[in-house]
T-cell receptor, first 115, second 113 residues
Framework: NAGVMQNPRHLVRRRGQEARLRCSPMKGHSHVYWYRQLPEEGLKFMVYLQKENIIDESGMPKERFSAEFPKEGPSILRIQQVVRGDSAAYFC?????????????FGSGTRLTVV | KNQVEQSPQSLIILEGKNCTLQCNYTVSPFSNLRWYKQDTGRGPVSLTIMTFSENTKSNGRYTATLDADTKQSSLHITASQLSDSASYICVVSANNAGNMLTFGGGTRLMVKP
């Protein structure tokens, strides 16, 4: 079991470009969470998805950000028209169910740098 | 509003010494509390998890305590090692639908030789 896989590990984008971050959850996990961590700050919740459904997107900016978790394939966090303030580490976590009692496994993150 | 506050924000100790990190929370309805260790450039890794009825949980040199009445938790690290240098994050789960996790800001621990 390879754990939660995020790619790319590092992503550099120019202002105005699109960034696509991928997260493959652990085998058997159908719940995915995305978090953003600004330098020297804690993790902030963005969005919680279950296969093909967005359960909670209360932490995600209303514009430019979107997330999906299709029936097949990884979860994608998409940031359109990136700005310098989007530079951060983006972490994905997965769990096997919605209760959380079996724990959450985090990926190693994608570090987005907007130049 | 659910909140998790950690103290101190940063801490420097000498190798071999003990230290205690604090976590206060206002999360309702409470489900469980976890301590994570996050090494620089890595994702968080779970150290301990405690439910409402548990007061103490150990994992090697890490011992977590939970006082559900005062809504406080602590993480005690004994005989610190250089590899303990990391951020330690307190995460509290609420027992409801949607996003259930509230993260503390973390304590940045540096262990010096």
């Amino acid at each position: 079991n390879a754990g939660v896989m995020q790619n790319p590990r590092h992503l550099v984008r120019r202002r105005g470009q699109e960034a696509r971050l991928r997260c493959s959850p652990m085998k058997g996990h159908s719940h995915v969470y995305w978090y953003r961590q600004l330098p020297e700050e804690g993790l902030k919740f963005m969005v919680y998805l279950q296969k093909e459904n967005i359960i909670d997107e209360s932490g995600m900016p209303k514009e430019r950000f979107s997330a999906e978790f299709p029936k097949e394939g990884p979860s994608i966090l998409r940031i359109q028209q990136v700005v310098r303030g989007d530079s951060a580490a983006y972490f994905c976590a997965s769990s096997p169910d919605s209760t959380g009692i079996y724990g959450y496994t985090f990926g190693s993150g994608t570090r987005l740098t907007v130049v | 509003k659910n909140q998790v506050e950690q103290s101190p924000q940063s801490l420097i100790i000498l190798e071999g010494k003990n230290c205690t990190l604090q976590c206060n929370y206002t999360v309702s309805p409470f489900s469980n509390l976890r301590w994570y260790k996050q090494d620089t450039g890595r994702g968080p890794v779970s150290l301990t998890i405690m439910t409402f009825s548990e007061n103490t949980k150990s994992n090697g040199r890490y011992t977590a305590t939970l006082d559900a009445d005062t809504k406080q938790s602590s993480l005690h690290i004994t005989a610190s090692q250089l590899s303990d240098s990391a951020s330690y994050i307190c995460v509290v789960s609420a027992n409801n639908a949607g996003n259930m996790l509230t993260f503390g800001g973390g304590t940045r621990l540096m262990v010096k030789p």
